[in-house]
Every structure is written in C-alpha cells, then in structure tokens.
C-alpha cells in the first residue's frame, strides 16, 4: 500500500493517510476483507508518530471504511454501495467547486460552464 506524506500540504498527516486509503478503498485497490497494515508498521514506513496513524485508523473506522478487530488488525469493511456513492459525490462537488470558482474569477457564465461539463460528459461516452 503506498501512501505518501506532503510535508508541504496543508492537510494534516493523519488526515492525508485517511484520503488515500479511502481513495484505495472506492477504486477498488484494496478489496474488502483485505488486511490493513499494523498502526505501528505504517508508522515505521512513513516515518510519524503510532499516534498519527491511530487517529487515521480511528477516522476510516468511523466512517465505515475499514474495522479493526482486537488482536488481529484491521481490515477494509463490506462496502455499503451508498457510503461509496455518498464518497463519489462529495469528491465531485469538491472539484466542481473549484472549477466553478475559477470560471467565476475567468468571467465565464453559467451557460458556458454547463455547456463546457456537457460536452466533456459525453466525451467520455463515446
């Protein structure tokens, strides 16, 4: 499992670790049941405190990514279709965002903006 660590973003590292996992859960890199690394052997490859990566571990529990079962580790959850699609959605509309504050920065209208989005949506359709 690779995860990188930006000392340069603005994101927290335990933050930062619970995004890419959850990225590797949703395209399906790490399937359910598949084992997690310990706390203490991700924290030992990426160098950071135990205390980071429980608190990355605690939050991808939480959300219902993944599920920790005493003595034996962690594992990626069953997937709830919903929590994926509820995931997906969240992500676009976090790039919509941004796309929508530059085109209003850039001056281009609305009708531009859906007209740019259609297109490119049936791009991808043919």
Known sequence: MDIIISNSSGKPIYEQITS????L????ELKPGEALP?????????????ITTKRAY???ERDGFIQSIMG????????????IR?????????YLQKAIETAKLSDISLEELVEITTMLYKEGEE
């Not at 890419?20 to 990225?23: C, H, L, Y």
């Not at 859960?25 to 399906?28: A, E, K």
């Not at 706390?39 to 950071?48: F, G, Q, W």
């Not at 509820?86 to 976090?94: D, Y």
């Open 25 to 28: 859960i949703i395209t399906g």
């Open 72 to 83: 034996k580790g962690s594992f990626v959850a069953a997937q709830n279709t919903e929590l």
């Open 86 to 94: 509820e995931e997906h959605l969240r992500k676009v509309e976090e």
């Open 20 to 23: 890419q996992i959850k990225n």
């Open 38 to 50: 310990s706390m203490r052997l991700l924290a030992k490859e990426l160098r950071i405190s135990v």
């Open 58 to 60: 605690e939050d991808l």
